[in-house]
């Protein structure tokens, strides 16, 4: 049972323009949201992370928007750079330290 | 500190033959999780660790699978009898109790049954 959602499987954008990546969670318990991002033969690496008491949270050109109403939130990438170029995860966590990851998008950065 | 270091990178094995992949977690974090990625399923949780105490295995697939953390410097996964669909990336990752931090994951290790 997926309990996080990432509906896009892949999104392409332009050098210097807004990506915009969604995540919808099912399990109205969750209580932390965080973004990974991975690279090829790597392991997922942290990139930003928000509490459900907030609905915004930003990092330099990254920033989250959680909308708990609509168990929805986003990754916010302005402006994206050919470096960016990876697989992003979105993944949740309830009252413990375990997490649940959705299945990840793909985001390619054109130059 | 060196980071979650996992091995091996890569593990090729015959159908029903014992794997065991191994893991240390960075010093210090008293969390230790197993995830297993494959395309049909994404990221699924296996089994975490809180203080070298199993806390949760209900994602392990079945008792083909065992996982041990003996110390807090060391973590194993074993898989016996392993099958094809076995075949994934197997990632550890490790962390202290902070929920707005994050994990840190090791590179992982692909796992391939033949």
């Known amino acids: 049972d997926q309990q996080v959602k990432q509906n896009s499987p892949s999104l392409s954008v332009q050098e210097g323009r807004i990506s915009i990546l969604n995540c919808d969670y099912t399990?109205?318990?969750?209580?932390?949201f965080l973004w990974y991002k991975k690279y090829p033969a790597e392991g997922p690496t942290f990139l930003i992370s928000i509490s459900s008491i907030k609905d915004k949270n930003e990092d330099g050109r990254f920033t989250v928007f959680l909308n708990k109403s609509a168990k929805h939130l986003s990754l916010h990438i302005v402006p994206s750079q050919p470096g960016d170029s990876a697989v992003y995860f979105c993944a949740a966590s309830a009252f413990n330290n375990d997490m649940r990851f959705g299945a990840g998008t793909r985001l390619t950065v054109k130059p | 500190d060196a980071g979650v270091i996992q091995s091996p990178r890569h593990e090729v094995t015959e159908m029903g033959q014992e794997v065991t992949l191994r893991c240390k977690p960075i010093s210090g974090h008293d969390y230790l999780f197993w995830y297993r990625q494959t395309m049909m399923r994404g990221l699924e949780l296996l089994i975490y660790?809180?203080?070298?105490?199993?806390?949760?295995d209900s994602g392990m697939p079945e008792d083909r699978f065992s996982a041990k953390m003996p110390n807090a410097s060391f973590s194993t996964l074993k898989i016996q009898p392993s099958e094809p669909r076995d075949s994934a990336v197997y990632f550890c990752a490790s962390s202290l109790f902070d929920r707005l931090s994050g994990y840190t994951f090791g590179s992982g290790t692909r796992l391939t049954v033949v």
């Open positions: 399990n109205s318990m969750f209580d932390y």
């Open positions: 660790f809180n203080n070298n105490v199993p806390i949760d």
